[in-house]
């Protein structure tokens, strides 16, 4: 893998040990990638934030690797729980957190806390490569505002954060961006929920970086984009999508596979808390909830997750009053995956519109989950 001299002096640790783990990071991944070098990027995402995501080990990783500092624009992903509101969570899950966060901020990295970057800040020009952790982000950054990256991991994002670089493979060179296997479907798809159905079986079904869904991927508004992101990301490898159309290898979705997602996914006909937020609401979702409401009120305890910075947009056009006075909880700085906030101790089963959501309450919060699409939850939880 050819290195620029500053490349090799950084190596070999003429400019610091962090610089020089960095590009032994980022070089081990680029030679199992058969990258030809290294590339400069413009903006990190790093994920591996919440605690209960990285325990102790990558905690002690986090804390030594701290001193090194970012060399270009860098965001961070939700961590574990919203510090400006009470919650019954441990006191050693409290520090954990705290410290992994502030590890992350002496990097010089910015406390964005949100795994929808692209809603939160000005997106670069098309074609600008960057290097996204969590996987909805690299793929609405690929495949709906046409930047360039591959779904990175936590750690080869933050290696890239801190050199301005990242190996030139896959998904980064524009010749790898066609597919070779297209989604034919063999119903409508109706909602959000359906989308990540959709995503869901995709990344379980091809093994490969892109995939297109023909004239369906460009029909998406944003919540279903968001939907189909996260699940196809979560289930699989796949970290783009296309419209291309001619000369594929043709795949079904259909009622069948549908039913397959369902039958995997939605463990439970009902549950006592609604969850969303994974990935985290934009302005305008959170602006469909709270018009929806029509001055009900929610039925069962609602906790919904959403950027500090969005909540600050919305709390100035009266959306986050409207939400509260109808019983929904707003969490800031976090998401429903992974969070200490809801667990059995507390809950018997979670409602939800999110596939990765509800992966991971039933894999790692060990939480039964009913699947339903934002407009059903709505419509059977208010009163």
């Avoid at 997750?305 to 919305?314: L, V």
Wanted: with cysteine; proline share 3%; glycine share 8%.
């Amino acid at each position: 893998m050819y290195l620029s001299k500053k490349e090799e002096n950084a190596l070999d640790g003429k400019y610091g040990s962090h610089l020089s783990t960095a590009f032994k990071i980022l070089i081990a991944i680029g030679e199992a990638t058969e990258a030809e070098r290294l590339i400069p990027i413009k903006w990190a995402h790093v994920s591996g934030v919440n605690y209960n995501t990285l325990g102790d080990a990558g905690l002690d990783f986090i804390t030594k690797f701290s001193k090194a500092k970012v060399s270009v624009f860098t965001t961070l992903n939700p961590m574990g729980y919203d510090r400006s509101k009470e919650a019954k969570i441990s006191d050693h899950f409290k520090r954990k957190q705290l410290s992994i966060t502030e590890s992350y901020l002496q990097m010089g990295i910015s406390p964005s806390f949100s795994c929808i970057p692209y809603e939160i800040y000005r997106l670069p020009r098309k074609g600008t490569r960057v290097s996204f952790a969590e996987s909805n982000a690299a793929i609405m950054a690929n495949s709906v505002y046409g930047l360039l990256t591959n779904k990175e991991s936590g750690l080869s994002a933050l290696a890239s954060a801190i050199t301005g670089r990242t190996p030139y493979s896959d998904l980064l060179d524009t010749k790898f961006r066609h597919p070779k296997t297209r989604v034919k479907l063999d119903l409508e798809l109706r909602n959000e929920l359906e989308y990540g159905m959709l995503g869901y079986h995709t990344g379980k079904t091809v093994n490969r970086s892109c995939v297109s869904f023909g004239s369906q991927a460009k029909r998406l508004n944003i919540m279903e984009a968001k939907s189909l992101s996260s699940a196809l990301g979560t289930s699989g490898a796949c970290g783009m999508f296309t419209d291309e159309d001619s000369g594929l290898e043709l795949i079904n979705f259909g009622k069948k596979e549908m039913e397959s997602v369902k039958a995997e996914l939605n463990t439970s006909e009902n549950g006592d808390v609604i969850a969303l937020g994974s990935p985290q609401l934009g302005f305008n979702e959170l602006e469909l909830v709270s018009t929806t409401l029509r001055g009900k009120k929610f039925s069962k305890p609602c906790m919904i997750f959403c950027p500090r910075s969005i909540y600050d947009k919305a709390s100035k056009s009266g959306i986050v009053q409207q939400i509260e006075r109808a019983g929904g909880n707003i969490f800031c700085d976090s998401c429903t995956c992974l969070t200490p906030m809801i667990t059995r101790a507390e809950y018997d089963g979670v409602i939800t519109n999110s596939i990765k959501g509800s992966y991971y309450f039933n894999k790692f919060n060990r939480l039964p989950v009913c699947l339903k699409d934002l407009k059903t939850i709505m419509q059977d939880h208010l009163k």
